[in-house]
């Protein structure tokens, strides 16, 4: 690495990126050698299955800012973006996906407006996401919503994970004791001072997305469960409609008994029980979420697993070698 200190870490999760790589390499050295000051490329393989990793492996032969974090297991995009902000080491740290749906030429612009505005979060607002299919722009629109209401906070719409934070903000984070943090909530939650630049999202420069609906909407859930505790409350207002409705069915059919109109049957009982089971297992359910993350936070298990980094051990060829030597079905 040519400085011990960059202004600007450029942190990218990857996960089975092999197709895109080419055309990364190709937009974003130029790009960010041209911006005149001291940088590094922060690489988070998240356990790719392809060739990802020994792409990478040989281009920091030939870009020197260029730095290979492997991850020991596929931890999850949000993990990959912990990973980077323990390992960045910049004044600044963008953090960007492989795939140039956001454009790094916008880089120069968040890192200008960080500058002349002195603040210390610019976050990338997608203007245009025409690119996204309809069903995804919708249900991005309402988790933002979604999230507004039930976080109590602004967040920025249409701004995903392409921003530029400060080292303040990155200090910060790091120093959270969670784990499992959703940083499009996390950051704007801290409340350092920011502002926004806007951009036109692209199609996506090769390969296919890994973020499936599954993916979204786990990413959702655990925006929901980690910021806010309107679920439970949910539950308890479920339950009281519960009630509500169980009270009905009961001065209804006092009302059938002392009419002498009652008529022995089963549908009035299927459905009372019906609800009733319903919103307990419902209420159970979110109850078992947040027990669940309890849990989990009580185990005090690292939420990823660094098994190389270029930087610390450029010489560390038994794990490079590792990979080179795994099928892509093994790796």
Excluded at 40 to 66: I, M, N
Aim: a neutral charge; proline letters at 5%; glycine letters at 8%.
């Amino acid at each position: 690495m040519p400085t011990s200190h960059p202004v600007l870490s450029v942190v990218v999760p990857m996960y089975d990126e092999e197709d895109v790589l080419p055309i990364f390499f190709e937009r974003m050295h130029p790009l960010l050698d041209g911006l005149g000051i001291s940088y590094e490329v922060l690489v988070v393989d998240d356990g790719s299955r392809d060739g990802t990793a020994t792409l990478l492996r040989e281009a920091t032969g030939t870009w020197p800012q260029l730095r290979l974090v492997r991850l020991l297991r596929n931890s999850g995009h949000q993990a990959a973006l912990s990973a980077g902000f323990r390992r960045a080491r910049g004044d600044y740290l963008v953090t960007i996906d492989a795939d140039l749906q956001d454009p790094p030429e916008a880089i120069a612009e968040l890192l200008a407006t960080a500058r002349e505005k002195d603040v210390d979060v610019v976050y990338g607002v997608r203007s245009d996401r025409s690119s996204d299919s309809w069903p995804k722009r919708t249900t991005a629109r309402m988790y933002y919503r979604l999230m507004c209401r039930l976080v109590g906070m602004d967040i920025p719409f249409d701004a995903g994970d392409f921003r530029l934070v400060s080292r303040r903000v990155v200090d910060a984070v790091n120093g959270l004791p969670e784990d499992g943090r959703v940083f499009r909530l996390v950051i704007p939650w801290l409340g350092f001072p920011s502002a926004q630049v806007k951009y036109v999202r692209a199609e996506r420069a090769a390969g296919v997305t890994k973020y499936n609906w599954s993916k979204m909407f786990r990413l959702a859930f655990d925006s929901v469960t980690a910021f806010s505790a309107a679920p439970l409350r949910l539950a308890t207002w479920l339950g009281l409609l519960g009630g509500l409705v169980c009270g009905l069915f009961v001065v209804g059919a006092l009302v059938v008994k002392l009419s002498g109109n009652s008529v022995p049957g089963w549908t009035s009982t299927v459905l009372a029980v019906g609800i009733i089971g319903a919103i307990q297992l419902l209420c159970l359910g979110l109850l078992g979420e947040y027990v669940a993350r309890l849990f989990q936070s009580s185990q005090r298990r690292p939420q990823f697993l660094v098994g190389y980094d270029s930087l610390e051990d450029p010489g560390h060829h038994s794990y490079a070698e590792a990979i080179d030597g795994q099928s892509p079905e093994q790796r």
